[in-house]
């Protein structure tokens, strides 16, 4: 599903048309002996995909991504195409060319009620009135499940927070126009990811578990946080030591009990459905996402490897085990 929507990332601007904001970066895992077979494992899965990835040792770590520290580390991956893009951007340009072909954006109108009669969906209600429609696609992020309860459908979705910090790079360490490649630290317990104006973000994958209350949570970054993420970076990219903090902020993810999305029609509706619980990487996941429910929705034949993120999997003991304890790495 990543390589596949990396690709529409890279050639976006012909294929959606805008500028997504996409820069290649190239993306590093590190990690220690603990973590050095599932790496393993899933470096091996990706190339069979035929992912450009490529496995290192910890000497070999700053000679892939120069600016990474290898020390301790007991094994890594590369793989050069991976890069960042502008959620904003993209999910304008998104917008835009839905309403190219018609379709009508209401923005800021809350949805309350999923409307139904005997066992199909006529719309939704809002706080402006009721929409009449057919089909319903619920996509509401931390919100779905509460959404889903109005139709009598229980999502399994638990609400996280996740909190990032922003570090100023030094302005010897590339200026503000530098850029690094992206990394994941599993020991660490820590991502960065470069933006522009010479920014390294900096979140975590430590105790991240804990249910949060979608309306009412802490949406900036404690001095604890602050220190962590801190001496963490720096650990990571040794010239972080000399960043400088400049604010943080938490965000909610929509987690499901094995962080992977569900995709499908929700029973006993017909033309209800979902497309939530992404657990942290929907937004790398969306153009093949966006892809495979309209496919779905339209023919009424779902893609084969979207059969992996049926509703029913939970109850059926059919869930996707992760090689990694948590949503951020998917």
Known sequence: MAKESLSVYQHFNDIVGGDCGFITTG????????GADALRENVKMQQAQGVHTHLLNGSEVGQAAQEYNGEGVALACYEPDAGVADPMATTHCF??????????????????????????????????????APTVVIAANVWSGRLAQTAGVTLPLTPTR???LSLRRPNDFGGRHGIHAVGLDITRQIYLRPDLGGVTLVGSTADVLAASDPDHYAQGISEEEITFFRANAAGSIPALARA?????????????????????????????YCAVGFSGHGFKLS????????????????????????????????????????????
Do not use: C
Request: without cysteine; glycine residues 10%.
């Open 95 to 132: 917008a835009q060319r839905a309403r190219d072909f018609g379709s009508i954006i209401r923005e800021g109108v809350v949805v309350s009620h999923i409307l139904h009669e005997n066992s199909r969906v006529t719309g939704v209600r809002t706080l402006d009135g009721d929409i009449h």
């Open 162 to 164: 996740h909190p990032m």
């Open 244 to 272: 400088v903090p400049r604010g943080g902020w938490a965000g909610i993810y929509d987690d499901t009990p094995d962080y992977h999305p569900i995709l499908d029609r929700l029973e006993p509706y017909a033309g209800l």
């Open 27 to 34: 993306m590093i895992v590190m990690t220690n002996e603990q």
């Open 287 to 330: 153009p093949q996402i966006g892809q495979w429910m309209s496919t779905f929705i339209l023919t009424g034949s779902k893609p084969l490897d979207m059969q992996h993120f049926a509703y029913d999997r939970f109850a059926q003991g059919q869930q996707i085990q992760p090689r990694y304890p948590s949503g951020v790495l998917g």
